[in-house]
């Protein structure tokens, strides 16, 4: 298998896990790049269910080595709760596991930063999952971060933590009026912490730029979204890392020219976690409808995902952005029992004399106040779970498949109708390629003709 990077095009919470999950025994190794335990997906493990935030779902895969790379923010206490749920279940995480020497921590203050930073944003809080990501890649950036490495070596640990906790417990007190951390405790806990972690931590640059020379292939599984991108994403309502797919490369150490294939998963329908503009969004008896066939809750938080049509404008940027070379489309069977489905093609632009944006607008006011322009298909009303090909699938929902490829401008490779590994149809790579040809990603003419048409 090439070296392939999975990426959400839409806020988060496409299926990606069960993508990299099928993909996953193709591979060698499956690199996460960026995020940390804000992601969250779901793996059945013999029946039992198995909830991963932070390491590759490769692990329930024999043989498969799983890394978290530079990009990656770890808390420690986390990824070793999560070590000890999977060894419960009788898998070992040694030598199939590796954690990035230069990955940086999330420590306490961090997740008490956050806690009260949305506090006193009120209504213009971002819905964070509270993990404390955010001040974590902004200790990073402004060079106060403590790494895996510096974790290793308890006397610079010791030094880098007291500097921390003593801005942070004055920023706590003096702008949030409230208690700060103890070092003595926080060093010791950590030193625990280090001790157990030690033989996982590594090079992970030197790893995998080992493995591609020796022919393995990698998996770099994204978190979050394209549009939870801090780049690309609707800021400021975004998460803090690079999601898409140029984010596989800074987060991992292993260049651009050594990634052959991006793979992009959308939802048949879109939702979104947390605040921020969302154009399609049904706040009607349909939205939940789609919640509840869905089942839109989220595996970190629990909250209720807010959900909408398909949007080719969000998705078509994706294409852009992360180079697309093809297309999953997940949960097509949570349309099967609508009688229409909708997918939007544009944006009318508020105050603008009826203006419509094919391309996501910065502005945040515009994706607030657009009206989303719609194409209407009929729907099938047949249960589309149980069919393995391609040309099984009722002629409906094919014809709603191929006119969102080419709205968005990249061929569809794989659909998802259901949450188990056999409910994925494939469909055949020549034609693929076929369709590779034929709508270039870079090429957005066709979706712009029919955004026009479509707005009359
Ligand atoms: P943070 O990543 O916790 O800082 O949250 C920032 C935004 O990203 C919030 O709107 C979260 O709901 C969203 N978010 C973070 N991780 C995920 C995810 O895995 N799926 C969906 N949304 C996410």
């Known amino acids: ?101 230069r990955a940086h921590l999330i420590l306490p203050y961090h997740r008490a930063i956050e806690r009260e930073s949305e506090k006193h944003k009120g209504a213009r809080k971002i819905g964070t999952t509270g993990r404390g990501i955010g001040p974590a890649y902004a200790d990073k950036v402004a060079r106060i971060g403590i790494r895996m490495a510096d974790l290793m070596e308890p ?14 417990n004055e920023f706590l007190r003096q702008i949030f009026k409230v208690k700060g951390f103890e070092l003595d405790a926080m060093y010791k806990e950590y030193c625990g912490h280090a001790d157990r972690l030690r033989p996982l931590v590594t090079d992970t640059t030197v790893l995998l730029n080992d493995a591609i020379d020796r022919g393995k292939s990698l998996l770099f599984e994204g978190a979050q979204a394209t549009h939870l991108d801090v780049d690309f994403g609707t800021y400021p309502y975004v998460t803090s890392s690079s999601a898409s797919a ?84 997940t949960k097509l069977d949570v349309l099967d029992r609508c009688r229409e489905i909708r997918f939007c093609t544009g944006y009318r632009l508020h105050g603008m004399g009826g203006k419509i944006a094919t391309e996501m607008p910065a502005s945040m006011t515009a994706l607030e106040s657009c009206q989303p322009v719609y194409e209407t298909l009929p729907g099938w009303l047949v249960p589309t779970t149980q069919i393995r090909t391609y040309a099984k699938l009722p002629k409906a929902a094919r014809t709603y498949l191929e006119a969102v490829e080419r709205a968005v401008g990249c061929p569809i490779e794989l659909v998802s109708t259901g949450s188990k590994r056999e409910e994925t149809i494939e469909r055949a790579p020549r034609a693929a390629a076929r369709r590779r040809r034929a709508t270039p990603v870079s090429s957005n003419r066709i979706t712009t003709r029919a955004a026009r048409k479509a707005a009359g």
């Open 155 to 168: 006397k610079l640990f010791r030094d880098r933590l007291a500097t921390n906790i003593d801005e942070m």
């Open 246 to 329: 140029g984010g596989a490369c800074i987060g991992t150490g292993v260049g651009p020219t050594r990634i052959d294939a991006v793979l992009g998963v959308a939802k048949a329908y879109t939702t979104r976690v947390g605040s921020g503009p969302f154009p399609t969004e049904l706040n009607n008896a349909q939205g939940q409808e789609l919640q509840a066939a869905g089942r839109e809750f989220g595996a970190t938080t629990g909250r209720p995902r807010r959900c909408g049509w398909f949007d080719a404008v969000l998705v078509r940027t994706a294409a852009r952005v992360n180079g697309l070379t093809g297309l999953v489309i």
């Open 1 to 101: 298998m090439p070296n392939i990077v999975v990426v959400g095009t839409q806020w988060g919470d496409e299926g990606k896990g069960k993508i990299v999950d099928l993909l996953a025994e193709r591979a060698d190794y499956i690199v996460r790049y960026q995020g940390g335990h804000n992601a969250g997906h779901t793996i059945i493990y013999k029946g039992d269910v198995c909830v991963l935030h932070l390491i590759p779902s490769g692990i329930f895969h024999p043989g498969k080595i799983c890394v978290i790379g530079n990009g990656v923010v770890v808390d420690p206490a986390a990824l070793l709760a999560e070590i000890s749920e999977i060894e419960r279940r009788g898998v070992s995480v040694r030598g199939s596991l590796f954690v990035s020497d």
